[in-house]
């Protein structure tokens, strides 16, 4: 059975900084994308970053410069280190994973519990 297990979230002044770790594990496939999505209060979930397996990073406007997402492969884990934290960054943080087949396609998605992130100003 997959588990993604979050965890780092906190609270902090605005301006700070908080890193978000998500291991990965139980799958007999590799891990393909990973990423991590915020919901804020009343509103969906959204994507805020994500990076694929040969480590290639995207993110959404809103965070770049400020976030940044790592992983280590040989741990499964998945890291977001969040600085210049603000306000707006406030949310339920959570990690998803793919999982690859040997040949690379993707087989399913897979969701971590969240953890929450609260910014004051």
């Known amino acids: 059975q997959v588990r993604l297990v979050e965890s780092g979230g906190g609270s902090v002044q605005a301006g700070g900084s908080l890193r978000l770790s998500c291991a990965a594990s139980?799958?007999?496939?590799?891990?393909?994308?990973m990423g991590w999505y915020r919901q804020a209060p009343g509103k969906q979930r959204d994507l805020v970053a994500s990076?694929?397996?040969?480590?290639?990073?995207s993110y959404v406007d809103s965070v770049k410069g400020r976030f940044t997402i790592s992983r280590d492969n040989a741990k499964n884990t998945v890291y977001l280190q969040m600085d210049s934290l603000k306000p707006e960054d406030t949310g339920v943080y959570y990690c998803?994973?793919?999982?690859?087949?040997?040949?690379?396609?993707?087989?399913?998605?897979?969701w971590g519990q969240g953890t929450q992130v609260t910014v004051s100003s």
């Open positions: 139980g799958s007999i496939f590799r891990f393909g994308d």
């Open positions: 998803n994973a793919d999982t690859l087949t040997t040949y690379g396609v993707k087989l399913a998605a897979y």
């Open positions: 990076i694929t397996r040969g480590s290639r990073p």
